[in-house]
C-alpha cells in the first residue's frame, strides 16, 4: 500500500515471518510461561 502525503511517499509492505522465526515465537511463549509458573509457585511459598 502507497500512500502519498505533501511531498513523502511511505509504503506499508505486509511482513512475512519464516518457519523459523514462528518456532523461535513459540518456544519464547513457553519458556515466558514457564519461568510465569516458576515465580508463582515459588511466592506462593513464600507467603
Known sequence: ???NLLFMTVTFKKRHTTREEV????AVARRF???KIKQDT???KMY
Open 1 to 3: 500500500m502507497t500512500l
Open 23 to 26: 518456532l523461535h515465537n513459540e
Open 33 to 35: 510461561e514457564e519461568t
Open 42 to 44: 515459588f511466592l506462593s
